[in-house]
Nanobody, 122 residues
Framework: QVQLVESGGGLVQSGGSLRLSCAASGNIISIYRMGWYRQAPGKQRELVAVISSDSTANYADSVKGRFTLSRDNAKDTVYLQMNSLKPEDTAVYYC????????????????WGQGTQVTVSS
């Protein structure tokens, strides 16, 4: 069993910055990859950024150059540094991770955080 705990959301003005954190806890053997999705009102959930075990990160075109995803393996934590925020970034942000929890299989399972609200005012 795994829990993802998110923090760092809030209200910020256009051009400002926020840093989101997601910490995984529970019966963790390996975290294969971690990332963030977001869902704005009336829109579909979309991938924001994802990072692999070797710290290779990929970003959505809409955030590339403004957001930075990093991973602290010792803390089982991922960080999303969000700079130059725009009103279009307003959404609920969800942490996602693929995690191995069983010793008898190398298969990783998908886990989700509860979501944290990011609001960017103009």
């Amino acid at each position: 069993q795994v829990q993802l705990v998110e923090s760092g959301g809030g209200l910020v003005q256009s051009g400002g910055s926020l840093r989101l954190s997601c910490a995984a806890s529970g019966n963790i053997i390996s975290i294969y990859r971690m990332g963030w999705y977001r869902q704005a009102p009336g829109k579909q959930r979309e991938l924001v950024a994802v990072i692999s075990s070797d710290s290779t990160a990929n970003y959505a075109d809409s955030v590339k150059g403004r957001f930075t995803l990093s991973r602290d393996n010792a803390k089982d934590t991922v960080y999303l540094q969000m700079n130059s925020l725009k009103p279009e970034d307003t959404a609920v942000y969800y942490c996602n991770a693929v995690i191995r929890t069983r010793i008898f299989t190398s298969k990783g399972d998908d886990y989700w955080g509860q979501g944290t609200q990011v609001t960017v005012s103009s």
